[in-house]
């Protein structure tokens, strides 16, 4: 269940040229900081540029704060030891979440970021405790997209399954807000987390203007980036920024185009963001010289419920299993869709669904009320689905006979999901249930700065959250977008206060 067709994005497609000051005619608003966007990174930026003595201004497309992150669930990729693993009786270490990220994110992930984000996530942890994001101190010890309440912790990333537990000590690292009466939107994990960052900035003398889309750089005659130019309601604005303009604009998941050419896997299916998220911002970063990294990156989550494939094995369109079921689901979402085609089953028995039902909660509804096909005949299931003859008999004969001794060595998932599966077979169609967005963006350093071909920053322009490239080249865990939209959006916050 992909999202809205991709070609439906808000003026996909305007102009990103930049405009020379001597375009422009007189500024209609200035700052010290012009924050692009408020989500995540524009109110993490936003909130820092103040509090290092900054005036700054955020321009908003929409009528509201929040973006993708005040829908989102709100797992932020947070660990090192902070409090909250701490109080739930985990260790971690920063050396050990270096490792996993170092693992997990992809071959060319950025090491000064993995490094500096690993080195410095209890820090960012205590900061948005003190910008009063609350969490409770509960862990969350089951397979799924989030907690079934307000659990504060929960495994996000695969850390606790092959391979990445043979290779780094596991801790759970998705931190989530706590949230009352869960559920998605108002009072989500996402919105929780967002209300007190903007809460923080507008404290610390941050001003806002809503329903003002952003369209382009201008650019001064030394070179510098010196403001932009907007749209507010329908009314070209030019707006100054008298140190840094800071982009913040999210994903280019809804420009269908730029989908098509960065990473073609995901048309058709945007997922985890939000309209808005039409690659504006790295567009028009990209006319005044900008640098790319990592545009084929992207998440991309399997509609399915992690608490029903764990018990059961998810498989291809040839009967083949794809990995270990037990693993993070945006990992399965991700093979199923870079080597499968998106093309995907899952084999359940009885007993499987029904203890994945009784586990998932009020995300129940993540499995459908009855698998698309049952059957006491395997067969049959192959005849219905349109698996090869003998395809999918052959995978459950082989991993029934490993199960029998608890066993998983072609997949390697953990023996507390390993069990024989036995008639009655119920069979979940999920073939093209894949959704995602993309990872890659602007190549920055990690103050934000954004860097042009010969890795020089542009004079006067910064970065962060999805509009830029971050720690990920490739692999994800949940909570990375949050975790790294706040982390980096702060330090280009402090750094463009100073900029100038
Ligand atoms: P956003 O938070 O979306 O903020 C960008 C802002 O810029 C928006 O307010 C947008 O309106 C504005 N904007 C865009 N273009 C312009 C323009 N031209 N002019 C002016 N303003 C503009 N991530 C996680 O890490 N953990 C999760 O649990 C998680 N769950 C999710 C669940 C859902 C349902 C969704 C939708 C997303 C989820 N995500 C999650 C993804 C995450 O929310 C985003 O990747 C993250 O918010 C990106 O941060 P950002 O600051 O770059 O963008």
Redesign the pocket.
């Known amino acids: 269940m992909p999202g809205r067709g991709a070609d439906q994005g808000p003026g996909r497609g305007r102009p990103a040229r930049p405009r020379r000051r001597a375009e422009v005619g007189p500024w209609d608003g200035e700052a010290d900081v012009v924050v692009?966007?408020?989500?995540?990174?524009?109110?993490s930026a936003a909130a820092e540029a103040a509090a290092h003595g900054a005036d700054v201004l955020v321009?908003?497309?929409?009528g509201g704060?929040?973006?993708?992150?005040?829908?989102?669930?709100?797992?932020?990729?947070l660990g090192g030891g902070t409090a909250l693993q701490r109080a739930c009786g985990f260790t971690d270490t920063p050396e050990a979440m270096h490792a996993y990220l170092s693992a997990a994110m992809g071959a060319g992930a950025d090491a000064d970021k993995l490094a500096l984000y690993a080195e410095r996530s209890v820090e960012h942890f205590d900061w948005l405790v003190d910008c009063g994001v609350p969490f409770r101190a509960a862990f969350f010890d089951r397979p799924g997209w989030?907690p079934d309440a307000d659990q504060g912790l929960m495994y996000?990333g695969g850390e606790n399954a092959h391979p990445f537990a043979e290779l780094v000590p596991p801790a759970p690292r998705?931190h989530?807000p706590r949230m009352a009466d869960k559920r998605?939107g108002e009072r989500?994990?996402?919105w929780m987390l967002?209300r007190p960052l903007v809460a923080t900035a507008e404290a610390r003398g941050v001003r806002v203007r809503y329903d003002?889309?952003?369209?382009a750089l201008v650019v001064e005659p030394d070179g510098r980036v010196g403001g932009v130019v907007?749209r507010h309601y329908g009314a070209e604005i030019a707006v100054r920024a008298r140190r840094a303009v800071v982009l913040?604009?999210?994903?280019f998941a809804y420009d269908p185009a730029m989908v098509a050419r960065h990473v073609p896997l995901l048309v058709g299916r945007p997922?985890?963001?939000?309209e808005?998220?039409?690659g504006?911002?790295l567009r028009a970063a990209q006319a005044v010289g900008a640098d790319v990294a990592h545009l084929h990156a992207c998440?991309a989550a399997l509609l399915a419920d992690p608490g029903l494939m764990a018990r059961g094995i998810v498989v291809d369109a040839l009967g083949r299993r794809v990995i270990n079921e037990d693993t993070y689901p945006g990992r399965i979402g991700h093979a199923l869709l870079s080597h499968h085609g998106s093309q995907g089953f899952v084999l359940a028995d009885e007993e499987a669904v029904d203890a994945a039902r009784a586990d998932a909660g009020p995300l129940a509804f993540l499995i459908p009320p009855r698998p698309t096909w049952v059957g006491d005949d395997v067969d049959q299931l192959e005849r219905e689905s349109g698996i090869p003859c003998g395809a999918l008999a052959a995978t459950l004969a082989l991993y029934n006979r490993h199960a029998e001794r608890g066993e998983d060595p072609v997949h390697h998932k953990a023996a507390r999901w390993v069990r024989p599966l036995r008639a009655p077979w119920g069979l979940f169609d999920v073939r093209g249930h894949t959704a995602g967005?993309p990872l890659g963006g602007l190549r920055t350093d990690v103050d934000g700065a954004v860097l042009d071909v010969d890795s020089a920053p542009i004079p006067g322009l910064r970065a962060?959250?999805?509009?830029?490239a971050g720690l990920s080249a490739g692999g994800y865990a949940?909570?990375?977008?949050?975790?790294e939209?706040g982390f980096f959006?702060r330090r280009a916050g402090r750094a463009a206060a100073r900029d100038g």
């Open positions: 692009v966007g408020y989500g995540v990174a524009g109110a321009l908003e497309h929409t704060w929040g973006g993708a992150a005040a829908m989102a669930g709100g797992f932020i990729y989030e996000s998705g989530l998605t989500g994990g996402g967002m003002t889309r952003f369209e907007a913040a604009t999210g994903s997922g985890a963001a939000v808005q998220h039409d504006q911002g998440e967005f962060a959250g999805r509009v830029a949940s909570g990375i977008s949050l975790g939209g959006g």
